[in-house]
């Protein structure tokens, strides 16, 4: 760690060296600078090298810049946690921004958690470029609780301003499986929320559009490529009883949804599943889903 970096800001990036510089300058605009940008170029064949090195030698804060075999988004996310300086770990995606005050926010809040064992990190808003709350408002005031208690209890949606400690980030890397370069973010936030609470705050720290060839918009494509982890990912949360039954068995439909995308490894997917028997009266329902999206998803991403 670096005690002059308090936050380590992670891009992982693929041939998208026209939208950096934008990213870049909001960060240039932060009223402080207590950070660092670590980019993980994920096998781009564009100018990224090129735009990178330019931004590197202009910048005012420090600048790791990294290139790897094309992985996907989470293995790049695993690197850019092995590069970090800093004690704070915030994700930022290549074609988002961060409002000029966002760090200096995120400095503060995360001074009421860091000597807090139990608490993972912070969460703030997410807005859109026109400043709207990405899907409903948060909390009223500052709350510490589990993310669960957060989506399922308080009924919060929409994508959320994620910062962990960096060290507890170490601890629950993003699973890899072969052959495999999409992974929801979702597996590892779920594994940390199961034994540890965050700070949920009400204010905007990052700014996006969803573009049309982003991760975002092209969801159910990469889930029904990459089967294997989204697989993982629904079989942990129906286990996780504090969702309550309907929201597990609406993670048993999307496990059955998507299960038949692998038919290589069904037996290991069954295994999954260990004691939780009421999964197997929703095959029929995940199985509609699954025809559906054969007949409505284009075979090509």
Same mark, same amino acid.
């Given at each position: ?11 992982? &990036? ?44 202009? +910048? ?98 929409? /994508?959320? +301003?994620?910062?962990?400690? &960096? ?71 129906? +286990? ?21 995308? /692998? ?39």
């Amino acid at each position: 760690m670096d005690s002059t970096i308090l936050i380590s800001i992670c891009t992982a &990036t693929y041939n998208r060296s026209e939208l950096l510089p934008i990213l870049y300058r909001s960060l240039e605009a932060q009223i402080i600078t207590n950070f660092e940008w670590i980019v993980i170029d994920d096998g781009s064949t564009d100018t990224t090298d090129q735009v990178l090195n330019e931004l590197i030698q202009n +910048a005012s804060f420090p600048i790791q810049y990294y290139k790897q075999e094309n992985q996907g988004k989470h293995i790049a996310i695993n690197t850019g946690v092995s590069k970090a300086k800093g004690e704070f770990f915030f994700i930022v995606d290549s074609d988002d921004r961060l409002p000029s005050d966002a760090i200096a926010i995120l400095s503060k809040k995360v001074q009421h958690i860091k000597d807090h064992t139990e608490i993972a990190g912070v969460v703030g808003l997410k807005c859109y470029f026109n400043k709207q709350v990405v899907g409903s408002s948060s909390l009223e005031r500052d709350t510490i609780c589990d993310i669960f208690d957060y989506r399922y209890t308080h009924k919060v949606k929409g /994508d959320r +301003a994620e910062v962990f400690k &960096t060290s507890i980030l170490k601890q629950y890397p993003f699973p890899k499986f072969a052959e495999e370069k999409f992974l929801p973010e979702s597996i590892v936030w779920n594994r940390i929320g199961q034994h540890y609470q965050m700070l949920f705050f009400n204010e905007n720290v990052y700014e996006c559009e969803y573009l049309a060839d982003g991760l975002s918009a092209r969801s159910i494509l990469l889930r029904r490529k990459y089967p294997k982890g989204v697989i993982h990912l629904y079989a942990e949360l129906g +286990a996780i009883i504090k969702i309550g039954l309907v929201n597990r068995c609406k993670a048993y439909i999307n496990f059955w949804r998507f299960f038949f995308c /692998d038919k290589s490894s069904m037996f290991h997917h069954i295994q999954l599943l260990k004691k939780q028997y009421v999964s197997f009266l929703w095959i029929p329902v995940g199985m509609l889903f699954y025809l559906k999206d054969c007949l409505t998803q284009k075979k090509d991403i």
